[in-house]
Structure formats: structure tokens, C-alpha cells
């Protein structure tokens, strides 16, 4: 080999090199904070994940941009590569590989974390990087506040791009229907305002889309007046009598919505290792005490344990935190049903957990495992709200009430995912064929549109194909327009678009 010829190789092969690693080529090009593996920065945001299977997945390094640009930056650089990356905003998707990656850079938006208050326009912009709480305690002196999250150590940025449930639902809509504008680095490295004026379809399609259209570093949101709440939690024991209360009453609550401002969740956990067998409510109110009767139905069961108390927005949503367990390896999973009438609810409502419990026992020797189901109301009035404020990807109808299920199964040993998975498919899968079954004896309307609530799924589920198809249909023509190369489809994990 000549001298120029070497030459021209050890450049090519430099090039190739430094091209192959974005964390090097970062590190090299640009001012952005980069986290090498084995320091304690990189360990400490590898802990930040609501699944320890997640945290154990190693990224190549974690990249801490701080503004839109230096986002823009990192997806140009990794353009240059074929290298599998992931987006995290508080890492609370159990899912792996949606908010965590093994080998390949971790996009962490911790840094994106601004919480801006314009009280002429009544908005806040937020940073993916923030978790609800935060947004809680920032703008607690304001008098305002955002359509967020129940639990307050979950992100901004994954809870928003999946539509996100609220206490405040009833009254606001989802909260997605809450926000004005999207700021969003686009495969091609551009940065982009979106909203209703502005890019339209992709305004709708980020609404419940996900991660599939590209990175959003700025959220602008409605605000609210705000004061004080009441809420907390009321624990019972599952006896066969309080739970089968407890179904009825879920049930008419939703049915019979007593009070706009009223959110509940309604959640039952299985400890089958010391049978521990029992049902949290989390309960909300949006004013400093509910008028009277509000709750009564579930208040009249007789809790063992009551923390309800007027107290700041910001206090309930961090003292909520408690239930968010670290240590364990978390799977999440859903189903949507109708409501049944009043006639059939105990039939329908105790198969459902029926169904649950067996599933779960067959799960009772994984070390750890602790299983819960939520009944999540999803009353029609949500669905009038959400079409006034312009729609979102799961375009609820409001001719019925619905129930959306959350299930839980946590568990200590990789070596034991498999089984749980296993687990996890009989349990949502048996709900769906309950569910046609009795819609085919005529217990649950039959004409139902039954779509899957994103924040909730578990990775094998179809969320995009469970959409109306125009929903469907916007999403693959959005993605055809901004990402047509499948940058966001090939490279990184979550719920993906199937193609037409
Ligand atoms: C304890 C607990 C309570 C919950 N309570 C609620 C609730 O009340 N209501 C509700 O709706 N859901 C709830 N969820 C579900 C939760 O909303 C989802 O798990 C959501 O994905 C978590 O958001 P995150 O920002 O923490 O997500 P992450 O795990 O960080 O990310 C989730 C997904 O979003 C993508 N993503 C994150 N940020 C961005 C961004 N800026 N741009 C592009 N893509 C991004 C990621 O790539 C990933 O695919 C709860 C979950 C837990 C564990």
C-alpha cells in the first residue's frame, strides 16, 4: 500500500469510526452533556426508570440535551449511524426498549425541564424533562395549573404523546386536548411549531401518536385556575362482599357521574406470597371538600384506612408518589370495556375480576410478584369534552360509557419475565374474550368502539391497529410526510405504526 493510499483509508476509517458512535461523535462535536457508562451521573439516571429491566437495559452513553437545537443536533449525528437509540422523558412506560435501550445512545430530556406561567394568555410551557409533580410545585403560587398526571413522579413527555388520563378528565378532557402547540425536532433535524394552524395533521397525530413523529421539546398548555383539592386514599379488605360493593359502585359511578370535578381510580392489589388481598381507591376532588354524597357510595363500604384531606394540588399528586413501588421489575397492560347496565353489571363486573384473579394465581410462586388491576371510568361526558377541544388519536364516541383496565404485575428476576408475560397476555386476552362474549349475549353493547388506551399497553398489543381506521390512516400519512424513512419506526422502540 502506497503512503496516500494509507492515508486515505485511516481517514475513511476514522471517519467510519467516529461516525459509528453518535455518544462519540457528540462528545467530539458539540457542547451537549454527555454521561459515560460506569459514572455515577449515568447509574443515577439508569435508576430513574419505574422498571429496574429498563435501568438494567445499558445505553452506549446518555445524551442530556438542553434545548431544541442541541436535540436537533443529536438526531443529525445519529443519522450518520445505524445505531438503535431511545427517547426518555420520566422513564415510567415499563415497557423495554420504548424508554430505555441496550447499546446506542439514551436521549434523556431531564434538562428540557422549563415550567413558564403566562398569565395574560393563561399558558405554561413545559419541558418533557419535568415529572407532574414538579409541574405541581412550580406553579403552585400561580393560582393555575395543567391537565397532568394522577401520580406525580410520572414524565410529561411519554404521558402527554399518549393522550394521558387525568383526575381533571371530566373537566378538561384527556391531556392531550389541552395542548396548544407542540415544539418537535423532526427526523429531518428541523424544529417545528405545531398546533391546529400549524401542521394540523400532525397537531392530531401527536395526540396519542407516541414517539413515532419525532421529539417534542416544548409543550404549550391551557392553564387552569387552581386551589386547593381534597383527596387521598380509602383502602378496604377484598372480602367477597366489599368487592363485590366495590364493582357496583365503580360501576355507577361512572354511569351516574356525580360530579365533573370528582376523579377516582379504582384499583385492587394481590399479594399472593403473604396473601395480601386488598382494594386503593385514589380519590380527587377538585375544590377543598366535595358537596356531600359525591363519594358516598364508596365511603359507605367502610375503608379500613381513610387519608382523604383538603390539601394543595401539588401535596396530593407527590403524595401519590407512595405508589410508586422502586425496586421491582414492572409489566403494564389494558383492555377497554363497555359499561354494563345496572341489571348486568354484577355479573360482568365480577367475571372481569374473576378472570383476574385466576390468571393471577397461576403467577403466585414468581418471587415478588405483587398483581393489581385498575378500573379506570371513562365516562362519555370525556368524549364530548375531547371533540369540543378538536379530537385526539383514540376519538372516543360519546354514545357509551366505558371502563378502561390497567393491570400490573411486578416481580423481583428477569428470569421469571417470561412466565409473567405469559401472564400478562392471558389476562387482558381473557378480558377481551369476555367482553365478546357478552356482547354476543346482548350484556355489553355490541357496537362499542373499543380502542386501546396507549399509556397503559403492554408491548405486544396493537394499539394502532385498534384505532378507528381514519385514525389509522392519519397516522400512516403523518408518517409518511415527516419521518419517510422510518427513522423513528426502525431506530427506536414503543407502540409502532403499522404499515398500509
Ligand atoms: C405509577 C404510574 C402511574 C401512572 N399514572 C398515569 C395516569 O394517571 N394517567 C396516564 O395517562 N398514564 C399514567 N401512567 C402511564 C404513563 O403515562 C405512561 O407510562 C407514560 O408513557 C409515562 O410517561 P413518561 O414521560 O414517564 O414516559 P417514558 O417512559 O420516559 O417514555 C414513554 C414513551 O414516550 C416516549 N417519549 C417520552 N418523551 C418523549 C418526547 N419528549 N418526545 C418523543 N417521545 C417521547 C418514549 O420514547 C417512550 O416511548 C402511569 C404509569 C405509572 C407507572
Given amino acids: 500500500m502506497t503512503l496516500n493510499r494509507f492515508m486515505i483509508w485511516a481517514v475513511a476509517l476514522a471517519a467510519s469510526v467516529a461516525a459509528q458512535n453518535t455518544c462519540e461523535t457528540v462528545e ?35 445524551l442530556e440535551p438542553e434545548t431544541s437545537e442541541e436535540v436537533a443536533a443529536i438526531v443529525s449525528i445519529l443519522h450518520k449511524n445505524n445505531e438503535t437509540f431511545a427517547i426518555k422523558s420520566g422513564g415510567h412506560n415499563p415497557n423495554n426498549h420504548f424508554a430505555s435501550v441496550d447499546g446506542g445512545p439514551l436521549i434523556s430530556t431531564k434538562r428540557l425541564n422549563e415550567v413558564i406561567f403566562n398569565a395574560d394568555s393563561e399558558t405554561v410551557r413545559v419541558g418533557p424533562g419535568n415529572r ?68 394540523p395533521d400532525l397537531w392530531m397525530a401527536l395526540k396519542g401518536g407516541g414517539n413515532n413523529f419525532g421529539i417534542v421539546t416544548s409543550y404549550l398548555l391551557q392553564a387552569y385556575p387552581q386551589g386547593d383539592v381534597w383527596g387521598g386514599n380509602l383502602e378496604f379488605e377484598a372480602t367477597p362482599e366489599k368487592t363485590a360493593a366495590i364493582l357496583a359502585a365503580v360501576r355507577n359511578f361512572t354511569e351516574n357521574y356525580p360530579d365533573k370535578k370528582a376523579g377516582i381510580i379504582v384499583t385492587s392489589e394481590r399479594t ?53 413501588l422502586k425496586g421491582s421489575i414492572y409489566t403494564i397492560g389494558t383492555e377497554t370495556m363497555p359499561l354494563p347496565s345496572k341489571e348486568d353489571g354484577p355479573e360482568v363486573m365480577q367475571a372481569i375480576y374473576d378472570h383476574w ?52 404485575y411486578s416481580f423481583y428476576y428477569k428470569s421469571d419475565f417470561d412466565q409473567v408475560d405469559i401472564a400478562m397476555r392471558a389476562t387482558y386476552g381473557g ?52 419521518d419517510p424513512d422510518g427513522f423513528w419506526r426502525d431506530r427506536t422502540g414503543g407502540f409502532k405504526i403499522p404499515s398500509k
Avoid at 362499542?448 to 381506521?469: H, I, K
Fill in 357 to 408: 384473579v385466576k390468571v393471577s394465581d397461576t403467577t403466585k410462586f414468581v418471587p415478588g410478584l405483587i398483581a393489581s388491576i385498575a378500573f379506570q371510568p371513562m365516562p362519555r361526558g370525556i368524549a364530548t369534552i375531547s371533540k369540543s377541544k378538536g379530537g385526539d388519536m383514540m376519538d372516543l364516541d360519546d354514545q357509551h360509557d366505558r371502563i378502561i383496565i390497567e393491570l400490573d
Fill in 272 to 324: 399472593l406470597s403473604t396473601l395480601l388481598n386488598i382494594w386503593i381507591l385514589f380519590l380527587y376532588y377538585n375544590g377543598p371538600e366535595p358537596p356531600q354524597g359525591v363519594f358516598d357510595s364508596f365511603l359507605a363500604i367502610g375503608p379500613t384506612i381513610n387519608t382523604c384531606k383538603t390539601q394543595r394540588y401539588a401535596d396530593l399528586l407527590s403524595g401519590n408518589n407512595w405508589s410508586v
Fill in 28 to 62: 467530539a462535536q458539540t457542547a451537549i452533556k454527555v454521561l459515560k457508562s460506569f459514572t455515577i451521573d449515568y447509574n443515577k439516571e439508569q435508576s430513574q426508570y419505574w422498571s429496574t429491566f429498563s435501568g438494567d437495559l445499558k445505553p452506549t452513553c446518555i
Fill in 431 to 482: 378480558f377481551q374474550s369476555i367482553v365478546k362474549g357478552y356482547q354476543q349475549g346482548g350484556l355489553l353493547a355490541s357496537d362499542a368502539y373499543l380502542p386501546l388506551f396507549m399509556n397503559d399497553g403492554f408491548y405486544p398489543q396493537d394499539y394502532f391497529g385498534r384505532l378507528r381506521p381514519e385514525k389509522l390512516q392519519l397516522a400512516q400519512s403523518v408518517q409518511a410526510q415527516v
Fill in 132 to 199: 407532574w409533580d414538579e409541574v405541581g410545585e412550580k406553579l403552585d403560587k400561580t393560582g393555575y395549573t395543567v391537565v397532568g398526571g394522577r401520580i406525580g413522579n410520572v414524565g410529561v413527555g411519554g404521558y402527554l404523546l399518549g393522550n394521558g388520563l387525568s383526575f381533571m378528565s371530566t373537566e378538561y378532557g384527556w391531556a392531550s386536548n389541552s395542548v396548544i402547540e407542540y415544539t418537535v425536532v423532526l427526523a429531518n433535524s428541523s424544529i417545528v411549531t405545531v398546533s391546529e394552524t400549524s401542521h
